[in-house]
């Protein structure tokens, strides 16, 4: 009984570190998210020429 007591507490151990893992990669991404959008809001607003139209004149 020990034995199996030990197995399914190493598998039980090996998840939550899986989903530990899974949560911090998680984190880091919606922080890369976040900064990636605020960079595309600066820029937006630094580089639109006025008018709101692409410089260029044609469709694309």
């Given at each position: 009984m020990?034995?199996?007591?030990?197995?399914?507490s190493l598998v039980w151990?090996?998840?939550?570190?899986y989903l530990y893992g899974l949560a911090r990669r998680s984190?880091?991404?919606e922080?890369?998210?976040?900064e990636l959008v605020e960079r595309s809001r600066g820029s937006a607003?630094?580089?639109?020429?006025?008018?709101?139209r692409r410089?260029?004149?044609g469709p694309s």
């Amino acid at each position: 009984m020990a034995y199996l007591f030990w197995a399914y507490s190493l598998v039980w151990v090996g998840i939550f570190l899986y989903l530990y893992g899974l949560a911090r990669r998680s984190r880091a991404l919606e922080r890369q998210v976040a900064e990636l959008v605020e960079r595309s809001r600066g820029s937006a607003r630094t580089q639109a020429p006025a008018g709101g139209r692409r410089a260029g004149g044609g469709p694309s």
